[in-house]
């Protein structure tokens, strides 16, 4: 077991070094989310939700937070595994005694190691630009959302990786399944709405609202989010059986 | 290059590093393999030879615990490798056709992460001396050469000090030059004790590579053994040439008797199962009509290309 787990840090320190040498990797992963963070955040600077003493960039920025995780834990991982699996890397571990979840293990860290630098950026610039910062007692709920958004997405990524079957298809495809949904999720417009019903309702079943609502919860006062906690947990469950049916080492 | 490093001692049981007994395997109602029988000894370099399609790669896998087989039984170093294959996993190193590698990893990071999946893995640096890699240790994966990433592919296949290796078809689709270090890398593999498998379409891998070899065809073996038993076995004769002497080409010396002499201009030629006794006679008829030592003779052993191409048909012979 320690063996294993030694193991898994290794690859996730050698994917951490690979993510750093690779300027596709890491300027869509950093510079894409903060870019919009920075842009938009100074379009809403000075206004207020409607109807409320709330400040825009205080909804925005924990929503570009849920942005950077979907980005770092769902479209990296995906678009990596699909890749990998592509040109036969995955393949090619299956011919070595390391141990599956050694390996899946180390992928896995380093994208959580990933999601929490990105996330950690986004919270500092958006509070030295916007002055946006968690309430003191949202903190826990703030790094819980985080906890459970970065499983849930890097489950999803690893699904949706499954379905991908080509290298170059790959991150088109995983920012393609998600960017609709954020975008009609309100993630990058904080006074976003006018949506038809069944559009909300759409909305609604997908994770990436309820992601951007739980953490949003860290930064202003809002009911427990008991049905985004739950959106996201049956998501989570349900990508996880998708990656027991799905999940294959070659093509 | 030429490696020094001591061999590993090695165990050499009685049994076979590979035994292979009546192989079978189907993919639906398409018969691929149809009763494969042959065996790998320790420590020799051993050759599946055959054109594209034969089941070659697929009795890999097989061998690989890639694949559970149809019928039939497997063992390799002892192990099944459709139940064990955890175990063979760390005594066994594999080059697989079109395996790739993480694109921004480093040569030497890649290798010394290879080595930490095995109990006892071999030095990083012998590794990139037998594979010569040891000048691009610090280059990343992606720029390399097709020859380099080949070469690369040994280095990992070996980190973990295999006891046996697989190699599906090494040098396909490589420029002369790149074949040569191939080879020379696969050469210093054997010098470390590692007993070899290999596939291959190229005759001249084979012959040059190869201790023994089995010829596949159509889920059939042809032919096991050595290369000089595998062409003498295909019943291919012996080649005597000589060249024409003069009175010979103007007719003024009638042909010898029983022996098929044929004049092709320039050079005489004629085949034989048996060289002493044809030798003896060619000579004797030169000494009869005063033709000296026979200009240019030459005695030629059947090439496995011959017995290869008599076997498998002309149009199936792969090669450069």
Redesign the interface.
Known sequence: MTRAVRLAARQALLEQRSFWRSAEYALFTFVFPLMILLLIGAANVGSYLPGSHVKNTTVFVPGILAFGVIVAAYVNLGSKVAVLRHDGVLKRIKTTPLPSAAYLGGLLASTVLTAILISACTGVIGWLAFGASPRPDGLLALAAGLVLGIVCFATLGLAISAVITTAESAGPLAYASFLPIAIISGVFDPTFGGLPHWMERMVDAFPVKALAQVLQGGYTVRPFPALDLANLGLWTVAGAFFVAWRFRWHT | MRVTYEPAARPVPETPAVQVRDLRMSYGSTEVLRGVDFDVHYGEVFCLLGPNGAGKTTTLEIL?G?RPPTGGTVRVLGLNPAAQA?RL??RV??V?Q????????RVA?LID??R????HPRPLAELLDVVELAEVRNT?VRKLSGGQRRRLDFA??LA?DPDLVFLDEPTTGFDPEARRRCWAAIENLRRLGATIMLTTHYLDEAERLADRIAILREGRIELVGTTREVATRAGLATRISFNTPAALRRGQVALPDGIGLAVRGQLSVCHTGNVAVTLRRLLDWALENRLGDLDGLAVTAPSLEDSYIQLTGAIDAGGP
């Open positions: 690989e890639f955890a996993r760390e190193g594999m697989l079109e395996c790739g590698f993480p694109r921004q990893a990071e992460i290879w930490s999946y095995y109990p990343q990992l296949a973990g």
